[in-house]
């Protein structure tokens, strides 16, 4: 019976060793050994380019002339006549689609939006002030009164993939995000997920491009990933540790481990009579 016993703690060693993920492995924004270290409180500069209009991104476009500005003031009304309209609005806000896919104006494959009057206007790689310039002028052809014209991005639009906790399509109304303001939003990543290997597949005028940032390093602070754009895809792998199996705590873990254990004590029970 020695050896049964030798191998039951082989088998309940190897077993806690394989199903437990030490902290340095989940805890983001570690000050890693090899890198200058980002002290607490230390002021973190980054480098925040604005942000080029690409294909399939949305935009809210409003138009105000001086005549709207007195009828109805400096707030922007619903340009989607009927109630019956704005109750269908409200209806996909609750429950979190895409309202600005309702309501704004796409780029299409070309790099044009298509606008009431004006017809066809390219807005590709243009910032958003140059595009809202560029939709101004247009309209200055047909509206000689002061014009007051606003473009907003319709959101930031995102997916998650793989081992979050909400994985999804997800759409925040909001100019920017960052890439920790996108994992809360989908929940935070469970606890197996590659922290270190986390996949961005971003959108280029060209193609797309992957790309792997380290979550576990504050120094990614810097990085050109740290704020997310339309249209970027978040990829998690799981760890080695998904193929033997874990919890996602130590309760859960430590059931796992005696219900093996049991099981193994039942057939070598059965061996041995």
């Not at 996108?182 to 971003?202: F, M, N």
């Amino acid at each position: 019976m020695a050896w049964y016993k030798q191998l039951f703690v082989m088998a309940l060693t190897l077993a806690l060793g394989a199903s437990c993920v030490s902290n340095k492995r989940i805890i983001y924004l570690q000050n890693l050994e090899g890198n200058v270290p980002i002290a607490d409180g230390e002021l973190i500069t980054y480098e925040l380019p604005e942000y080029r209009l690409q294909f399939n991104d949305i935009l809210d476009i409003n138009v105000k002339t001086a005549e709207d500005m007195i009828k109805e003031g400096f707030g922007f009304q619903d340009q989607t006549a009927g109630s019956g309209n704005r109750a269908m609005i409200g209806q996909i806000a609750q429950t979190g689609g895409d309202i600005y896919y309702m309501t704004g104006f796409t780029i299409d494959r070309n790099g044009n939006v298509r606008l009431p009057l004006l017809g066809d206007v390219s807005v590709m790689q243009m910032t958003l002030e140059e595009a809202r310039l560029e939709i101004e002028s247009k309209l200055r052809e047909y509206v000689k009164s002061e014009l007051f014209v606003t473009v907003k991005l319709g959101g930031v639009r995102f997916s998650t993939l793989g081992e979050f906790r909400r994985p999804g399509k997800h759409v925040v109304l909001q100019d920017r995000m960052t890439i920790f303001e996108a994992i809360a939003h989908s929940g935070d990543l469970t606890t197996v997920a590659k922290r270190d290997e986390l996949l961005i597949i971003r959108q280029y005028p060209d193609g797309t491009r992957l790309h792997r940032v380290n979550l576990n390093d504050r120094h990614i602070v810097h990085s050109p990933f740290y704020f997310i754009q339309p249209n970027d895809q978040l990829y998690a792998e799981p760890m080695k540790v998904r193929e033997v199996g874990s919890g996602e705590n130590a309760s859960q873990t430590l059931a796992l481990l005696i219900s093996s254990v049991t099981a193994i004590a039942l057939v070598l029970n059965i061996i041995t009579r």
